[in-house]
Antibody, heavy 120, light 107 residues
Framework: EVQLVQSGGEVKKPGESLKISCKGS????????IAWVRQMPGKGLEWMGI????????RYSPSFQGQVSISVDESINTAFLQWRSLKASDTAIYYC??????????????WGQGTTVIVS | DIQLTQSPSSLSASVGDRVTITCRAS??????LSWYLQKPGKAPKLLIS???SLQSGVPSRFSGSGSGTDFTLTISSLQPEDFATYYC?????????FGQGTRVEIK
């Protein structure tokens, strides 16, 4: 089964660091771009950035550049989203998602279950 | 960044109704537009890519159209499981963006 499984929810204090994960299975992980999407409580979806496991090419939304780091460990089919110093405003659900490889006009066809991060 | 504006922000409809949601881009994005459905507490689900390509397994009552700056998602006959929030998303630029969402509620 093609799936992305994310790490469990986290409760952290402001100023703490955090790294959450997204493990792919059932597909050739290194061939697919993996994106991260934020959803703040009661709000819409925000695209944060994307990484290509094959060469670690990474793009960030200007809104998130410098605020988070996206990385990947191809050997374990896992992508990561990391914060050095959390703020209360980072409280949200974070989703990882696979970009459909049929072309640039295609969207994100496989999603993780989401990781809830609470900073308080 | 390319801005996507969805309208309406919310709507009330009955089972069996035809529903249309529009998405307008701040600049031309060819057909680089996708549509998603999200139910409360669940991850989004991809419905349509490339403006009009229905994702495998998605019911045929869903359809998408448009190119350039104006796009439409149509549900031909609304079903109980379709009450949810819908988002458009562009992949034309290297910085993808979502619309603000359209909530479809039961009338």
């Amino acid at each position: 089964e093609v799936q992305l499984v994310q790490s469990g929810g986290e409760v952290k204090k402001p100023g703490e660091s955090l790294k959450i994960s997204c493990k792919g299975s059932g597909f050739s992980f290194h061939r697919y771009w993996i994106a991260w999407v934020r959803q703040m409580p009661g709000k819409g979806l925000e695209w944060m950035g994307i990484i290509y496991p094959g060469d670690s090419d990474t793009r960030y939304s200007p809104s998130f550049q410098g605020q988070v780091s996206i990385s990947v460990d191809e050997s374990i089919n896992t992508a990561f989203l990391q914060w050095r110093s959390l703020k209360a405003s980072d409280t949200a659900i974070y989703y990882c998602a696979r970009r459909d490889d049929r072309g640039l006009a295609y969207g994100m066809d496989v999603w993780g279950q989401g990781t809830t991060v609470i900073v308080s | 960044d390319i801005q996507l504006t969805q309208s309406p922000s919310s709507l009330s409809a009955s089972v069996g109704d035809r529903v249309t949601i529009t998405c307008r881009a701040s600049l031309a994005i060819s057909s680089y537009l996708s549509w998603y459905l999200q139910k409360p507490g669940k991850a989004p689900k991809l419905l349509i890519s490339a403006a009009s390509s229905l994702q495998s397994g998605v019911p045929s009552r869903f359809s998408g159209s448009g190119s350039g700056t104006d796009f439409t998602l149509t549900i031909s006959s609304l079903q109980p499981e379709d009450f949810a929030t819908y988002y458009c998303q562009q992949s034309y630029s290297s910085h993808w963006t979502f619309g603000q969402g359209t909530r479809v509620e039961i009338k």
